[in-house]
């Protein structure tokens, strides 16, 4: 009965190709949220949905593109994988309180 | 065994001591607070918040002090276990749709 789910878990591709990760939450949250962890284990905020409506846009490449089908799926596409991606990519959500719910992590390995 | 800022981001403790990880956050508007506890391979893990209008708050063998004066968080942990080794996170709410602002990270490692 996972709170925060995102799949795969773990993701190994080439260079170049287009991926995507999922996420669902049934915790009934407003705000959906994706985290970038890297190497060093820094917590770096990527996009944020309230209600559908993107509201935080880091300056992340547009390569990256997150997608809501409704309030409690936020997907996250990749086009034209590069090395530096390579990192654990993490979905939370948060309720009216601000404290987020983290997902077990998608761990990417770009070759 | 006591963690001076974000320099260290190790921190290495016998088993049954108390461990103190320390945070400086950076935005004096800052009205939340959450430490996160993160094991290997897995996501972060809430572990308690304060709210900028307290300066301490007491959990289940934790306990987080606020400094609002000089931007300062730390997070006690007593009697430290095994089971608590993992990266400790300390994070900010600025407020607005910005979501949470988290801090680099300390290890603890708990020594037999």
């Known amino acids: 009965d996972t709170a925060v789910s995102q799949t795969p878990k773990y993701l190994v591709t080439q260079m170049g190709n287009d991926k995507s990760i999922k996420c669902e939450q049934n915790?009934?949250?407003?705000?959906m949220y994706w985290y970038k962890q890297d190497s060093k284990k820094f917590l770096k905020i990527m996009f944020s949905?309230?209600?559908?409506?993107?509201?935080i846009n880091e300056t992340v490449p547009n390569r990256f593109s997150p997608k809501s089908p409704d309030k409690a799926h936020l997907n996250l596409h990749i086009n034209s994988l590069e090395l530096g991606d390579s990192a654990v990519y993490f979905c939370?959500?948060?309720?009216?309180?601000?404290?987020?719910?983290f997902g077990e992590g998608s761990r990417l390995t770009v070759l | 065994g006591e963690n001076v800022g974000l320099h260290l981001p190790t921190l290495s403790v016998q088993e049954g001591d108390n461990s103190i990880i320390n945070c400086a956050y950076s935005?004096?508007?800052?009205?939340?607070f959450i430490w996160y506890k993160q094991e290997s391979g897995k996501g972060p893990q809430f572990i308690i918040d304060?709210?900028?209008?307290?300066d301490k708050r007491q959990g289940q063998r934790v306990t987080v002090l606020l400094n609002k004066t000089v931007k300062h968080l730390s997070l006690q942990i007593a009697a430290t276990q095994p089971g608590d080794s993992a990266v400790y996170f300390c994070?900010?709410?600025?407020?607005?749709?910005?979501?949470?602002?988290f801090g680099k990270g300390t290890h603890l490692i708990i020594q037999p």
């Open positions: 939370a959500s948060s309720g009216p309180g601000g404290e987020l719910f």
């Open positions: 915790l009934g949250h407003d705000t």
């Open positions: 949905y309230n209600n559908k409506e993107l509201i």
């Open positions: 935005n004096s508007a800052s009205d939340y």
């Open positions: 304060i709210r900028s209008n307290m």
């Open positions: 994070a900010e709410n600025r407020g607005g749709a910005d979501g949470l602002t």
